[in-house]
Nanobody, 121 residues
Framework: QVQLVESGGGLVQAGGSLRLSCAAS????????MGWYRQAPGKQRELVATITSGGSTNYADSVKGRFTISRDNAKNTVYLQMNSLEPEDTAVYYCNAGLRSSWYQAEHDYWGQGTQVTVSS
């Protein structure tokens, strides 16, 4: 029914940049907040950044000033521009969206399949 498809991950040297994209498709009535989370090996999944439908943003302290989240509501797409990448940013990055499939259904959380970001020192 609903799919979140991420793209843009890869291998980059420390100090470099990557841009992640996540497009939601399928039966979508409305999307509330969208966000990015990451999970490094042996660690719990953690919040990276979120953005509301109105454009309000929230960032983890570790990425403030380096990462920028944005969204295109017309395309149901959220982006994560990552600059000044550090080896500590290495993780699988997951897209998240809180959305309703129809006007009479409650909001549910959906997740993408994840995209690997590897930062070499």
């Amino acid at each position: 029914q609903v799919q979140l498809v991420e793209s843009g991950g890869g291998l980059v040297q420390a100090g470099g940049s990557l841009r992640l994209s996540c497009a939601a498709s399928g039966r979508i009535f409305s999307i509330n907040a969208m966000g990015w989370y990451r999970q490094a090996p042996g660690k719990q999944r953690e919040l990276v950044a979120t953005i509301t439908s109105g454009g309000s943003t929230n960032y983890a302290d570790s990425v403030k000033g380096r990462f920028t989240i944005s969204r295109d509501n017309a395309k149901n797409t959220v982006y994560l521009q990552m600059n000044s990448l550090e080896p500590e940013d290495t993780a699988v990055y997951y897209c998240n969206a809180g959305l309703r499939s129809s006007w009479y259904q409650a909001e549910h959380d959906y997740w993408g399949q994840g995209t690997q970001v590897t930062v070499s020192s």
